[in-house]
């Protein structure tokens, strides 16, 4: 019995460890597959976190970092341009007067095959966009109370010409063909208004009308007309930019870069379907930068009046050209500058002959016995000469080197004194003046008064004019620049001279420009010119009594005549080098005792006569008398001592 159970027992163990080995095996291979699901999921977890940071990082650029560059684009896209315009600096003369000012206007350009698309959207109550009106109607309705036009009129300039397809084809075919210019019925220019001022065309863009643009045209104003216009010069397209204007002669080109403005930059974010700006949409504006203000040293009436005396000695005396130049003799500004022959470049139709520049400045011609002042003052300073030095004076002189000289008429053998050569202007005496200082230094001294050289003023093309030095000088040179020949000055270098001889001796460089006024409204003084002494206090005396002999009875400039003042003086007659013709002229000081103002009227080859004392004098009595009452000066109080002429 107990082994049967045994048995039974031993039996029945394999019937019972099948089972068990089964799940034990379904057990591990549930172990190795949540092993390796755990693993897949763990490797999911990673890749979904490194999504997850590739998104992030992703986002973070997008949003952070390139987020203001796409928004920046996003406005860009939405933004309409502007250009903000600003006036150009005026100019002043010497009492305020407005000599050249700017005003901006506009011309209303409209495209009609574009305002054939327009459609005006409003926003309504219902915070949507509605249609108001569409095309060249709408568009009429709009702009006609701004430009104060009526409303049917405008429409029809804003609208295409009346056709049918068939005359619009053919209309294009013979455009194709070259029978013909342009399509009428495809036009898309067409000027609606001109003119209009800045605030007019403000209200039109804000419109936002399709198809209508507008163009600048900023004109320039010259309220005084012909006065001083050759010397301000005018504006017109420049020739890189034909959108924009430049100033191309005078002072409008030489302080091109003081006087333009800066255009300035604006831009408004507006609604894609409407074209609506946008209410608290993005709006920048760069500022535009007026152009800074010049004040000119120039009396506008008397250069007026200058430029009338001008034209008038030239219609009488049948000149090619006339110039008066008035400088103020304690500071070299330059008063007036009267040219013959200047119109208003606004009246030019041909533009052939008209005066560009001034004479004053871009032309020369010999001086002429002017030029004897200086070699008498080189014989001053060396003191070699003084006032009552007698000299033995005959019509005709052959010099040390064989060159013979004559006076400007016949005359006996004359005893005069050195202040009397000054006043006879004596050919024959001067070159014996002349013999007695050393070539160089009346060379240098020539150069001193600022002879050979340009004076810095600020006008175009101003000639330098000629000197050549003395070691060019051949034998008959040498004697000839004595007397103001063989050498070429400027009208405005010759009138220095005289200020400088005026001023005591001392020279201030001629000039035109006062000062600036900038954009902000700060006045800049423009500062004097370093003085420079040329010759002494002593000698400029000496020879400013000289000069008063010329204007008495004994002199060559008898004929001067300012009532109430004394006047110094030197008349000029001399030979135009290679033409026919010649030069008179006549440069005085006034009042003589204290000169105030240097004045020159030079005569460019009068038909009448070459004397400046005839064709030069009169005109200088005219402009003496206005220069004087123009600057407030009192009348001389007494008579001038004289030098004595003659001598025995």
Request: with cysteine.
């Amino acid at each position: 019995m107990t082994e049967s159970k045994d048995a039974k027992v031993k039996e029945s163990k394999p019937s019972a460890t099948k089972p068990r080995k089964r799940l034990g095996f379904f057990a591990k291979r549930f172990s190795q597959y949540k092993t390796h699901f755990q693993k897949r999921v763990h490797g999911l977890r990673i890749l979904l976190a490194a999504l997850v940071i590739f998104l992030v990082v992703v986002l973070f650029r997008v949003q952070v970092v390139l987020g203001p560059e796409y928004a920046a684009q996003g406005v860009k896209g939405r933004s309409v341009s502007y250009t903000l315009d600003a006036p150009r600096g005026t100019i002043y003369d010497a009492a305020g007067n407005v000599l050249a000012s700017s005003s901006t206007r506009y011309d209303i350009i409209a495209d009609p095959t574009n305002i054939a698309q327009y459609v005006h959207y409003e926003k309504g109550q219902d915070n949507k966009y509605h249609i108001v009106g569409v095309g060249p109607v709408e568009a009429a309705r709009q702009l006609a109370p701004i430009l104060d036009m009526d409303e049917a009129i405008l429409g029809g300039m804003l609208s295409q010409p009346p056709h049918s397809e068939v005359e619009g084809k053919a209309a294009q075919a013979q455009v194709l063909n070259k029978t013909a210019e342009r399509n009428p019925y495809k036009s898309q220019y067409k000027v609606i208004a001109t003119k209009v001022t800045p605030e007019v065309r403000r209200e039109i863009i804000d419109l936002n009308i399709t198809g209508i643009s507008t163009h600048v045209r900023s004109e320039r104003l010259y309220p005084k007309g012909a006065t001083a216009a050759n010397i301000l010069g005018f504006m017109a397209a420049d020739p890189k930019d034909n959108s924009n204007t430049v100033g191309i002669a005078g002072i409008e080109l030489i302080m091109e870069d003081t006087l333009k403005s800066t255009p300035g930059r604006g831009s408004v974010e507006v609604a894609g379907r409407t074209g609506a700006v946008i209410p608290g949409g993005v709006r920048e504006e760069t500022p535009a930068q007026a152009g800074t203000s010049i004040h000119l040293s120039l009396n506008s009436d008397l250069t007026a009046f200058s430029q009338e005396v001008a034209d008038q000695t030239q219609a009488k005396h049948g000149a090619e050209w006339v110039v008066v130049v008035v400088e103020e003799v304690k500071t070299g500004r330059i008063l007036a500058i009267g040219d013959s022959g200047v119109k208003a470049f606004k009246d030019v139709k041909d533009f052939t002959n008209v005066q560009f520049g001034s004479h004053a400045v871009k032309d020369t011609y010999e001086p002429g016995s002017t030029g004897k002042l200086i070699t008498m003052a080189a014989a001053l300073e060396k003191g070699v000469v003084q006032p009552l030095t007698p000299f033995s004076c005959p019509g005709k002189i052959t010099m040390p080197n064989g060159q013979e000289f004559r006076d400007s008429h016949e005359h006996p053998t004359e005893r005069l004194s050195a202040a009397g050569i000054i006043a006879q202007s004596s050919n024959t005496c001067i070159v014996q003046v002349g013999d007695k200082v050393k070539d160089q230094e009346r060379y240098d001294l020539m150069r001193a008064f600022g002879w050979g050289e340009k004076s810095g003023i600020q006008l175009p093309s101003e000639s330098g004019g000629i000197l050549e030095s003395p070691e060019k000088w051949d034998g008959r040179q040498r004697y000839t620049t004595m007397f103001g020949q063989g050498v070429a000055t400027t009208p405005l270098q010759v009138t220095n001279m005289l200020a400088t001889i005026g001023n005591g001796g001392v020279r201030n460089q001629s000039r035109i420009l006062d000062g600036y006024t900038k954009p902000d409204g700060q006045y800049e003084k423009v500062p004097l010119s370093s003085p420079q002494r040329v010759i002494s206090s002593d000698s400029a005396q000496i020879l400013l009594n000289m000069m008063q002999g010329v204007v008495s009875e004994d002199g060559t400039a008898k004929r001067v005549d300012v009532p109430g003042y004394n006047v110094a003086g030197k008349t000029g007659t001399t030979q135009i080098f290679g033409r026919k013709g010649y030069v008179g002229s006549f440069a005085g000081l006034i009042p003589a005792e204290d000169p105030v103002a240097a004045i020159l009227v030079v005569t460019y080859r009068p038909k009448t006569t070459a004397y400046g004392s005839v064709v030069a004098v009169p005109a200088f009595n005219q402009v003496a008398q206005r220069t004087m009452q123009v600057l407030g000066v009192p009348p001389s109080t007494a008579k001038p001592e004289l030098y004595p002429v003659r001598v025995k």
